[in-house]
């Protein structure tokens, strides 16, 4: 049984430039979150995603986005990046969005220069 | 004042020791309270899942809440230097967001 992948696993941007994170939930789950762990810092909630809308988003700026596919894996996509957004965005997925019950992946350790 | 605190640590401990890991909260609307365990350059997993007060056990794993305290705990008996990671409290009101601590970090040493 295939737990959540995500790829890329480490990537290096400069600022102003754009990224996309893709993420495959477990199998089984229809529910895809994203977080952002800064170094040294718990988990972030950026938003959920579920039947292809995103049904809440965290104290983040319009530069995240994100898409969920029919399938649903799900897309990540920052814009204008700044330094600050170094971080390991990990994806979640769950059956249900409401309990807190989360499988995460491993991560996209993202560092921006 | 902040909705999770939990002490960064780190916790050392001798392998074998019983380990207490604590976080408080102040959002009464809290309802599920995990704990999850990050190893190094991993993403978490959880480790236990509770519901209201209480309870709850696992193996060499407890977890207790106090809700009119605000205050839930994780511990550790008989602790292995394979228990060395991060270990991050959860909470969530039973809305699509899930609200972590910043982690404590334990080294169980051999």
């Known amino acids: 049984d295939a737990g959540v992948t995500q790829s890329p696993t480490h990537l290096i941007k400069t600022r102003g430039q754009q990224v996309t994170l893709r993420c495959s939930p477990k199998s089984g789950h229809d529910t895809v979150s994203w977080y952002q762990q800064a170094l040294g810092q718990g988990p972030q909630f950026i938003f959920q995603y579920y039947e292809e809308e995103e049904r809440q988003r965290g104290n983040f700026p319009d530069r995240f986005s994100g898409h969920q596919f029919p399938n649903y894996s799900s897309e990540l996509n920052v814009n204008a990046l700044l330094l600050g957004d170094s971080a390991l965005y990990l994806c979640?997925?769950?059956?249900?969005?409401?309990?807190?019950?989360?499988?995460f992946g491993e991560g996209s350790r993202l560092t921006v220069l | 004042q902040k909705e999770v605190e939990q002490d960064p640590g780190p916790l050392s401990v001798p392998e074998g020791a019983i380990v207490s890991l604590n976080c408080t909260y102040s959002?009464?609307?809290?309802?599920?309270f995990m704990w999850y365990r990050q190893y190094s350059r991993k993403g978490p997993e959880l480790l236990m899942y509770t519901y209201s007060s209480g309870n709850k056990e696992d193996g060499r794993f407890t977890a207790q809440v106090d809700k009119s305290s605000k205050y839930i705990s994780l511990f550790i008996r008989d602790s292995q230097p394979s228990d060395s990671a991060t270990y991050l409290c959860a909470f969530s009101t039973g809305g699509f967001k899930t609200i972590f601590g910043a982690g404590t970090r334990l080294f169980v040493k051999a």
């Open positions: 979640a997925s769950s059956d249900r969005g409401d309990t807190g019950e989360l499988f």
């Open positions: 959002n009464s609307a809290f309802q599920y």
